[in-house]
């Protein structure tokens, strides 16, 4: 039961480090694109 809920908490921990690094690239990406929106007009 104590392996189960280890490998629970590193299973959770892990989707959120990976969305927040998602998150983090989706926004570079953003103001990058952004950047070169303003940049054409």
């Known amino acids: ?4 809920l280890v490998i629970m908490a590193v299973f959770l921990i892990a989707l959120v480090v990976n969305n927040v ?3 983090e690239r ?3 990406l953003e ?3 952004r950047n070169e929106h303003y940049k054409e007009n």
């Open 1 to 4: 039961m104590g392996l189960l």
């Open 21 to 23: 690094l998602l998150t």
């Open 26 to 28: 989706c926004h570079r």
């Open 31 to 33: 103001m990058k694109l």
